[in-house]
């Protein structure tokens, strides 16, 4: 298969390339035009949906994969525009280039598509309504991808953290170094979910789906979660205890539980993150372990590379 991988420097992005390549040829994409590690790939801006349509056009792929987005939550409520141009419009013209070429779509979406007033883990029928820019952005990305080609899998993700990148793993590991105590918000509920396994069950999903056609049912909206759930606070308390153990920093700080109102911000948060998988489970076979073991995964990622004198992970 030929596969176009768009926003290969992002979190997801930079596992995606890895993961893909058992499958076929991976043409990547980054807005610089360089891969993390210096190496050079094809420079594309999300939001100049001229160049994406060429892109698509040029390449003629078998699946894109869009790993990229706009994702600076707060940024969003004033840059509105140019987050509604890489999150709806881009999709959009992914799509309708990919209807075009005969290709297949894989789009990541997100749990703030939902208002977060809830109790039991989101379904992806249940309904839609956005409390800030970014994630109505993103739910009009859905929409306009959707409207664009039926052929596309849409996979709706939160709380993702990995070894590089900007996450809050690694924020609260380098503000546990120096800190004797931590305030964390305990009234947001979700699922942690790292990087690698949504790349990894990406590709399983591709390989199932292979050159599926448009009218294949197993296409359409997907939530991609692991088990289990905690509060941000749970999760920072569960950081610097494994990262304490595994000798990633000198000590433990003190983490207190706080209001999330201790820490205003321009864009409004869900409160509940939670998302249920039991689709994904039930078309492509993919259930994810506790969220717990995910963090224990990412940060013996950071321990070996510490190891190995590749030192700290950018």
């Known amino acids: 298969m030929r596969i176009l991988l768009l926003g290969a420097d992002g979190q997801i992005g930079f596992e995606l390339d890895r993961a893909l390549a058992p499958l076929g040829r991976v043409v990547a994409t980054t807005r610089s035009g360089r891969l993390p590690g210096g190496a050079t790939c094809r420079a594309l801006d999300l939001a100049d949906l001229v160049a994406v349509r060429a892109l698509v056009l040029d390449e003629r792929p078998d699946w894109i994969l869009n790993a990229a987005a706009y994702t600076r939550v707060d940024d969003a409520e004033r840059e509105g525009d140019l987050a509604f141009r890489i999150n709806a419009d881009a999709p959009g013209a992914i799509g309708a280039a990919a209807a075009a070429v005969g290709a297949r779509v894989l789009h990541y979406s997100t749990d703030y598509v939902f208002a977060g007033r809830g109790d039991r883990p989101w379904r992806e029928n249940d309904p839609t309504d ?3 820019a970014y994630g109505r952005s993103k739910l009009e990305g859905e929409t306009q991808l959707r409207a664009a080609t039926p052929a596309h899998l849409v996979l709706r993700v939160a709380w993702v953290h990995a070894a590089r990148g900007r996450n809050f793993l690694r924020t609260m590991r380098s503000l546990a170094a120096g800190r004797g105590e931590l305030r964390v918000g305990d009234d947001q509920v979700g699922a942690p979910t790292p990087a690698r396994w949504i790349a990894e069950a990406s590709a399983h999903a591709i390989a199932r789906l292979g050159l599926a056609v448009p009218g294949d049912p197993r296409f359409g909206t997907y939530h991609l979660a692991p088990a289990g759930s905690t509060t941000w606070y749970g999760f920072a308390r569960a950081i610097v205890a494994r990262a304490a153990a595994a000798g990633l920093i000198v000590r433990a700080p003190r983490v207190v ?30 259930a994810l372990p506790d969220w717990s073991y995910g963090l224990d995964a990412v940060l013996g990622e950071i321990a070996a590379a510490r190891e190995s004198g590749q030192g700290a992970i950018p």
Do not use: K
């Open 130 to 132: 956005p409390i800030n």
């Open 257 to 286: 539980a706080v209001s999330s109102d201790e820490f205003p911000t321009p864009a409004r948060r869900p409160a509940w993150s939670v998302l249920d998988a039991t689709a994904l489970r039930e078309v492509f076979g993919l």
